[in-house]
């Protein structure tokens, strides 16, 4: 399966910008589907993730309030609704994928498909 990340952009502070991720086949309702952010330097962390049936979504503390996953299953689209940016949430956002949901959902190494990422700058 190959993932493509899109919606990545330039935005001022408590703007908004919406990622999308296609991927090339049909999910399955038992994968899991995850957005993944890396800052400059700093490690891979774990932003927000959902089981595809949309039985349960997850999000870091980061993300919370002001991030959104959702799905559209006739288009096999992952999608991160981000509002209220901040210059923190700078950074390469990648989507990921996985066949059947972990309970480790925030570990990487969980996640063995992923996107080529999709660069997010926030302005101060």
């Known amino acids: 399966v190959q993932l493509q990340a899109s919606g990545g952009g330039l935005v001022q502070a408590g703007g908004s910008l919406r990622l999308s991720c296609a991927a090339s086949?049909?999910?399955?309702?038992?994968?899991?589907m995850a957005w993944f952010r890396q800052a400059p330097g700093k490690d891979r962390e774990f932003v927000a993730a959902?089981?595809?049936?949309?039985?349960?979504?997850v999000y870091a503390d980061s993300a919370k309030g002001r991030f959104t996953i959702s799905r559209d299953n006739a288009k096999n689209t992952l999608y991160l609704q981000m509002n209220t940016l901040k210059p923190e949430d700078t950074g390469v956002y990648f989507c990921?994928?996985?066949?059947?949901?972990?309970?480790?959902?925030?570990?990487?190494?969980?996640?063995?498909?992923w996107g080529q990422g999709t660069l997010v700058t926030v302005s101060s």
């Open positions: 990921a994928l996985r066949t059947a949901w972990t309970v480790n959902f925030a570990q990487s190494y969980e996640w063995p498909y």
């Open positions: 086949t049909r999910i399955s309702s038992n994968s899991g």
């Open positions: 959902m089981r595809w049936n949309g039985a349960r979504t």
